[in-house]
């Protein structure tokens, strides 16, 4: 699905990490860490240093996700890489880990605690990064994030705002959750990531009523003249089983 072993490997351990939390192979893990902080990682060369370097400085950047969306810009294909292995990595349990609990933190930093109204990513960005809320055991904690504010990148005033530099991760979910149920009312506020992607992340959050709204509007949306190789088209019929057994359960 890419041009990256690591993110071949995420994408290929994911389903044993959402479905049942474990991998067969722990050392598995242990060569997704490994990758962090390296050349090509997103915002290393301004002092991050907990992002996974899932491309080398010279690559091309591309990637496509198992729901068939396709990742050709390469900032953006370098930060969909990062979050794709820190999800794996927290669906195991290894929140409790410090490399994992800064590469959360990172991915947060990097999108939802920016100052512009964008949250300075792409829909498909955002998107898969509702999964890093879901799995964070402590999204309704006041706890602060890990974040080092030191690094050169956030210097940048246009995206960070320098009086404003202590976020929780209650914070975060609560600016993501909005995000997500303003862009479940129209397709065009999430172009570039399939209503499938978004949903499965909600489907772990619906305690909350926002998540049950944008639940509610995605899965009544249309896409049926959207076309997607079929292995993409499986993956999308699994989701709207999980979101059949949702709406059967949720009363109305």
Request: hydrophobic share 45%; charged share 25%; net charge negative.
């Amino acid at each position: 699905m890419s041009d990256s072993e690591l993110v071949d490997l995420a994408l290929r351990l994911w389903p044993s990490v959402r479905d049942r939390g474990v991998v067969d192979d722990p050392t598995d893990l242990d060569r997704l860490i490994d990758a962090q902080g390296l050349p090509g990682a997103p915002g290393v060369e301004r002092g991050l240093q907990y992002t996974f370097a899932c491309f080398t400085p010279e690559q091309a950047a591309a990637l496509t996700l198992p729901t068939g969306e396709r990742v050709e810009d390469d900032a953006t294909a370098r930060f969909v890489a990062h979050l794709l292995v820190t999800r794996t990595l927290l669906g195991v349990g290894l929140a409790v880990d410090e490399r994992v609990a800064g590469a959360l933190a990172e991915a947060h930093t990097l999108s939802w605690v920016t100052s512009t109204s964008d949250h300075g990513q792409p829909p498909i960005a955002l998107g898969l990064s509702l999964w890093l809320i879901a799995l964070d055991p402590l999204s309704d904690s006041d706890r602060p994030l890990p974040i080092e504010w030191s690094a050169d990148l956030f210097n940048d005033v246009a995206r960070w705002d320098p009086d404003k530099r202590l976020f929780s991760h209650y914070d975060v979910r609560e600016d993501a959750l909005d995000w997500a149920t303003y862009a479940s009312y129209d397709g065009a506020r999430h172009a570039g990531v399939s209503r499938w992607t978004l949903m499965e992340p909600l489907l772990r959050m619906a305690s909350d009523d926002r998540a049950r709204l944008a639940l509610s509007q995605l899965f009544a949306a249309d896409d049926s003249g959207e076309r997607a190789p079929a292995s993409a088209m499986l993956e999308r019929n699994r989701i709207a089983e999980l979101m059949r057994v949702w709406a059967g359960a949720t009363p109305r």
